[in-house]
């Protein structure tokens, strides 16, 4: 199986601009999970979807911040406007619904001028 | 507020020696728990998970569990410069869902 797949792998952008990250989970995974780390806060979860529907955003920090999930195998993660605190690596993970791993993307470094 | 704490370090350790990674949380209703390495640049990968109280053991690796205590650790025996990463402890939520994750250890094997 190819993995949790991330695109793009590096995003730089200026203030302002909408960004749209991707995710397709591993095949039959349907629980799928974003993250976000960074020096300061360390890993984040920002939302997480079962069976394609969201079931806590708690973690989204602004509305600024959405994300959906239209099929079982793809996720966008979008940040409308984008600030310069936005810049952080940004992880997707998928596992098996109640199952014990979570299994990671390779991220999306996002750098906001 | 779910927190789970970990010591930032980093933590130095000689080759071949026993690498001892500590983690706290605060949910007392936490069943599940996790060690994710994670070296620079790259993503977390699951280590271990345990779920009774007591030690499991993988390899070099001992998860050691203790509920009363609101207590997980990492052994990491015969240490070698290969395991000198980035440690993540995490907590899993009661729905078996969510994970919660420390601030991360960071481990410095020398040779």
């Known amino acids: 199986d190819a993995g949790v797949i991330q695109s793009p792998r590096h995003e730089v952008t200026e203030m302002g601009q909408e960004v749209t990250l991707r995710c397709k989970p591993i095949?039959?995974?349907?629980?799928l999970f974003w993250y976000r780390q960074t020096m300061m806060r360390g890993l984040e979860l920002l939302i997480y979807?079962?069976?394609?529907?969201?079931?806590?955003d708690s973690g989204m920090p602004e509305d600024r911040f959405s994300a959906k999930m239209p099929n079982a195998s793809f996720s966008t993660l979008k940040i409308q406007p984008s600030e310069p605190r936005d810049s952080a690596v940004y992880f997707c993970?998928?596992?098996?619904?109640?199952?014990?791993?979570?299994?990671f993307g390779p991220g999306t470094r996002l750098t906001v001028l | 507020q779910k927190e789970v704490e970990q010591n930032s370090g980093p933590l130095s350790v000689p080759e071949g020696a026993i690498a001892s990674l500590n983690c706290t949380y605060s949910?007392?209703?936490?069943?599940?728990f996790f060690w994710y390495r994670q070296y620079s640049g790259k993503s977390p990968e699951l280590i271990m998970f345990?779920?009774?109280?007591g030690d499991k053991e993988d390899g070099r690796f001992t998860a050691q569990l203790n509920k009363a205590s609101q207590y997980v650790s990492l052994l990491i025996r015969d240490s070698q410069p290969s395991d000198s990463a980035t440690y993540l402890c995490?907590?899993?939520?009661?729905?078996?869902?969510?994970?919660?994750f420390g601030g991360g250890t960071r481990l410095m094997v020398k040779p």
């Open positions: 993970a998928s596992s098996f619904k109640g199952a014990d791993t979570q299994y």
């Open positions: 095949s039959g995974h349907n629980s």
């Open positions: 979807f079962n069976n394609n529907v969201p079931i806590d």
């Open positions: 949910d007392r209703g936490s069943q599940s």
């Open positions: 345990i779920y009774s109280n």
């Open positions: 995490a907590v899993q939520d009661n729905a078996g869902n969510m994970l919660t």
